[in-house]
């Protein structure tokens, strides 16, 4: 903990950049992305979500209690397995990706639940929303690049596995919506009928097609006018011989 108040006091002497917590990075990326996605719902929901929101829609009519924050964090579980197996590794770490997805399930459910009244509103209205909800993801998503803890499987996935074949992560980000955004669409012609777009709309394609980008451009404001810093000793939990890196500092 005094490593870490030194390291702090040291950027702020030398007048560095003022001081962001990667811990709280975290907390506003989750809040952020769940507010996104629930902005952005009307006029169809994030390609990386589609297709747990579909499974929401194809199961809830008959299971009441199946809510959209389980059916993220059913699939995210599914996700992580799968990266695994391409790693061909674990790490301890890598469960608490699966802790933060059932966090931000509960999270997404409440937001759901706080705008359910948008498709009420006007058109011109909905589509505010819309692009707001676009740019709170973007802000969310380029906030858990920038934090140790672990993030929900979508971004740990789109992290360790563009590291582990040697791609940009932005572009490794823009490739893995598109391929969400064509799942999402098989789904809905295998669920609802061929040519039933449910749940994946213009706004989804649009993500798909931009989202990397944005993302990218977030993380270069952060990084330009923000020093990340860790507030608290967590990091030894998240990240391997985090302890003997900062001891040889």
Known sequence: MEEIKTSRMKMEEKGARPV??????????????????????????????APAYLLYLKLSPS???????????TLQAVLLVAMMIILRKFKLS???????????????????????????????ARFVMFLW??????????????????????????????????MDINRFKTIYDCSSCAISIAMSFAFFGMWHFEGVKWGTILCALI????????????????????????????????ATQMSAK
């Not at 917590?21 to 006029?43: D, H, Q, T």
């Not at 299971?63 to 964090?73: H, I, K, L």
């Not at 608490?96 to 966090?103: G, L």
């Not at 990218?216 to 985090?242: I, N, Q």
Request: aromatic share 24%; net charge negative; with cysteine.
């Open 133 to 166: 909800g676009m740019v709170l993801c973007s802000i969310g998503i380029s906030f858990f690049f920038h934090s140790y803890i672990s993030p929900e499987v979508y971004e740990l996935f789109v992290k360790e596995v563009s590291h582990h074949i040697g």
């Open 63 to 73: 299971y009441p209690s199946f809510t959209f924050g389980m059916a993220e964090y």
């Open 211 to 242: 989202n990397g980008y944005v993302i990218g451009r977030f993380s270069a404001f952060y990084e330009k006018h923000w020093t990340f810093c860790d507030r608290f000793p967590w990091r030894k939990y998240f990240v391997p011989d985090a």
């Open 94 to 124: 890598y469960l608490f990706s699966f802790v933060t997805a059932v966090v931000y399930g509960f999270t997404l459910d409440f937001c759901m639940w706080s705008v359910k009244g948008i498709d009420a509103q006007p058109v011109w």
């Open 20 to 49: 962001f917590s990667n811990e709280l990075a975290y907390v506003v990326g989750i809040i952020a992305v769940a507010f996104g996605v629930a902005f952005k719902a009307n006029f169809g929901v994030s390609m990386v979500v």
